[in-house]
Antibody, heavy 122, light 107 residues
Framework: QLQLQESGPGLVKPSETLSLSCTVSGGSISSTSFFWGWIRQPPGKGLEWIGNVYFIGTTNYNPSLQSRATISVETSKYQFSLKLTSVTAADTAVYYC??????????????WGKGTTVTVSS | DIQLTQSPSFLSASVGDTVTITCRTS??????LAWYQQGPGKAPKLLIYAASILQSGVPSRFSGSGSGTDFTLTIGSLQPEDFTTYFCQQLKSYPLTFGGGTKVEIK
């Protein structure tokens, strides 16, 4: 059964770059049926989609992040990654990685990592 | 961006009750809508996609309906593990967006 696991620093200083990785296990990262995405949830708030990446490197992003986000994939390592530059306290959140499945007609996010908490503070 | 408005934000109910949560979108998304359940401190879990298709392994007391801009999630005969938070999500166009959530509490 496919599993996702986020990893990265739990504390980032303001103005620095947040870097997270998501490791895919129990399945293929190179399937044509999947996108690999990042979603975040500030404390006590709702979910915000950050963006996703296809195994060949094609990406989609949320414009609300004003080009601060970069998502990449390394298929040989079964990993995809998120970099978020110039962070502020507003970027403090639980960050989830998730698989976005394409059925040929519908998308849905059916596999999620457990999430990792990132706090932005000096 | 497509905005999703969920109602109610909070809902009090008892074990065995049937409850309905509504999600309204700011534009027509056909049936490209999913529902998720999120327990405290846990990742979201997919319940329904394509507005009404039950994800494998999800109990049949969960059902979804709707098309266009108005959607509903119905939970029949609430069980103790169902008292948690639910989100809708549109997957019609990027950026993908979520509703604000509905917390189902024990009355």
């Amino acid at each position: 059964q496919l599993q996702l696991q986020e990893s990265g620093p739990g504390l980032v200083k303001p103005s620095e770059t947040l870097s997270l990785s998501c490791t895919v296990s129990g399945g293929s990262i190179s399937s044509t049926s999947f996108f690999w995405g990042w979603i975040r949830q500030p404390p006590g708030k709702g979910l915000e989609w950050i963006g996703n990446v296809y195994f060949i490197g094609t990406t989609n992003y949320n414009p609300s992040l004003q080009s601060r986000a970069t998502i990449s994939v390394e298929t040989s390592k079964y990993q995809f990654s998120l970099k978020l530059t110039s962070v502020t306290a507003a970027d403090t959140a639980v960050y989830y990685c998730a698989r976005q499945t394409w059925t040929g007609r519908y998308y849905y996010m059916d596999v999620w990592g457990k999430g990792t908490t990132v706090t932005v503070s000096s | 961006d497509i905005q999703l408005t969920q109602s109610p934000s909070f809902l009090s109910a008892s074990v065995g009750d049937t409850v309905t949560i509504t999600c309204r979108t700011s534009q027509d998304i056909s049936n490209y809508l999913a529902w998720y359940q999120q327990g405290p401190g846990k990742a979201p879990k997919l319940l329904i996609y394509a507005a009404s298709i039950l994800q494998s392994g999800v109990p049949s007391r969960f059902s979804g309906s709707g098309s266009g801009t108005d959607f509903t999630l119905t939970i029949g005969s609430l069980q103790p593990e169902d008292f948690t938070t639910y989100f809708c999500q549109q997957l019609k166009s990027y950026p993908l967006t979520f509703g604000g959530g509905t917390k189902v509490e024990i009355k």
